[in-house]
């Protein structure tokens, strides 16, 4: 009997500890996304480059550089600035079969928000994967 309580305490410890490092995850790629609208705001195509889970060919670069200028003008022309972001769901999923591929990913996350800003209101997420190396950015928002 004594084993049984024993082994449920460890149990309930260890699943104590994995909500714990969930949370942290969690809170990590929350403040990843959000900080990825100040990247888009000066366009800083070298900080997006880092973010990705590999080193761009010259012509993802250009792509990334076309997609920032797109991103700016729907963010901070068109919205008429951002006022605010609100936290939502986040939802966990496995990789993409082009992802696992490609990066040997193992899973996804999204990081789901709704952004205020002066000109309209928008839900939107941010999407990371999770490699051997850790957790990048595949999406912004």
Same mark, same amino acid.
């Given at each position: 009997m004594?084993?049984?309580?024993?082994?449920?305490?460890? $149990?309930?410890?260890l699943?104590? $500890? /994995?909500?714990?490092?969930?949370?942290?995850?969690e809170?990590?790629?929350?403040?990843r996304c959000?900080?990825s609208?100040?990247?888009?705001e000066?366009?800083d195509?070298?900080?997006?480059?880092?973010?990705?889970?590999?080193?761009?060919?010259?012509k993802e670069i250009e792509h990334?550089k076309k997609f $920032?200028e797109?991103?700016? !003008?729907?963010?901070?022309? !068109?919205?008429g600035?951002?006022?605010?972001i /609100?936290?939502?769901?986040?939802l966990y999923?496995?990789?993409s079969?082009?992802?696992?591929?490609?990066?040997?990913?193992?899973?996804?996350v999204?990081?789901?928000?709704?952004?205020?800003?002066?000109n309209?209101?928008m839900?939107t997420?941010?999407?990371?994967?999770q490699?051997?190396?850790g957790?990048?950015l595949?999406?912004?928002?």
């Amino acid at each position: 009997m004594n084993k049984v309580k024993v082994g449920l305490c460890l $149990l309930i410890s260890l699943s104590h $500890l /994995q909500l714990i490092a969930d949370e942290k995850l969690e809170s990590d790629l929350r403040e990843r996304c959000k900080a990825s609208f100040k990247i888009i705001e000066n366009k800083d195509l070298a900080a997006l480059n880092k973010l990705m889970p590999a080193s761009p060919s010259e012509k993802e670069i250009e792509h990334n550089k076309k997609f $920032l200028e797109k991103k700016y !003008k729907e963010w901070f022309e !068109k919205s008429g600035g951002i006022t605010e972001i /609100q936290d939502g769901k986040i939802l966990y999923g496995e990789a993409s079969k082009k992802m696992k591929k490609r990066y040997s990913a193992s899973q996804k996350v999204r990081v789901k928000f709704r952004v205020l800003a002066k000109n309209y209101n928008m839900n939107t997420s941010c999407t990371f994967i999770q490699t051997s190396k850790g957790w990048f950015l595949s999406k912004l928002p």
